[in-house]
T-cell receptor, first 114, second 110 residues
Framework: EAQVTQNPRYLITVTGKKLTVTCSQN?????MSWYRQDPGLGLRQIYY???????DKGDVPEGYKVSRKEKRNFPLILESPSPNQTSLYFC?????????????FGPGTRLTVT | LAKTTQPISMDSYEGQEVNITCSHN???????ITWYQQFPSQGPRFIIQ???TKVTNEVASLFIPADRKSSTLSLPRVSLSDTAVYYC???????????FGAGTRLTVKP
């Protein structure tokens, strides 16, 4: 089944403790992206990647890192999480440019930083 | 990425047809118009995409006038399960950044 998977689905952590949220897709998509969604602020893009070893900042990249060493994986790294990073995170992928090709979204990761 | 304007919210009743219009005055020649649907706590789901005139699939229709400065998503005979936020996005092959905006919150009542 074609899908985007994220792990973990739920995570509660403390300020400053490094964490990684994994994202994997099995559709051989070139484009992958991370979003966060907060009440009243909508869905905002954090980082995106057009292909392996190519990443670019979205609207809200501060406090996040990403890497794209393999085509199927696009982990989101929070080196020193803070409470303002408490949010619902989505990973997505598409065959190419997301406004030409359909984006497929993962189930989401709900992160709480205390 | 072309700026889009769509109503913040709409209400409808089960069985009615719902039309959500999106304005995109500065659409570029090579831009496509794409609509996504999002349920609470779920990622957005692609509904439909078009370039001009009319596109129809099993879920919705998309009407695009000749000047392409607006588009209308049409949902036939909505049900309670169509209650969601609907996003209109406009862009092309050179747009790799995504801005979903506030979308239109559709509430379908019994």
């Amino acid at each position: 089944e074609a899908q985007v998977t994220q792990n973990p689905r739920y995570l509660i952590t403390v300020t400053g403790k490094k964490l990684t949220v994994t994202c994997s897709q099995n559709m051989n998509h070139e484009y992958m992206s991370w979003y966060r969604q907060d009440p009243g602020l909508g869905l905002r893009q954090i980082y995106y990647s057009m292909n392996v070893e190519v990443t670019d900042k979205g609207d809200v990249p501060e406090g996040y890192k990403v890497s794209r060493k393999e085509k199927r994986n696009f982990p989101l790294i929070l080196e020193s999480p803070s409470p303002n990073q408490t949010s619902l995170y989505f990973c997505a992928s598409s065959l190419g440019s997301p406004l030409i090709y359909e984006q497929y979204f993962g189930p989401g990761t709900r992160l709480t930083v205390t | 990425l072309a700026k889009t304007t769509q109503p913040i919210s709409m209400d409808s009743y089960e069985g009615q047809e719902v039309n959500i219009t999106c304005s995109h005055n500065n659409i570029a020649t090579n831009d496509y118009i794409t609509w996504y649907q999002q349920f609470p706590s779920q990622g957005p789901r692609f509904i439909i995409q078009g370039y001009k005139t009319k596109v129809t699939n099993e879920v919705a229709s998309l009407f695009i006038p000749a000047d392409r400065k607006s588009s209308t998503l049409s949902l036939p005979r909505v049900s309670l399960s169509d209650t969601a936020v609907y996003y209109c996005l406009v862009g092309g092959v050179n747009n790799n950044d995504m801005r979903f905006g506030a979308g239109t919150r559709l509430t379908v009542k019994p």
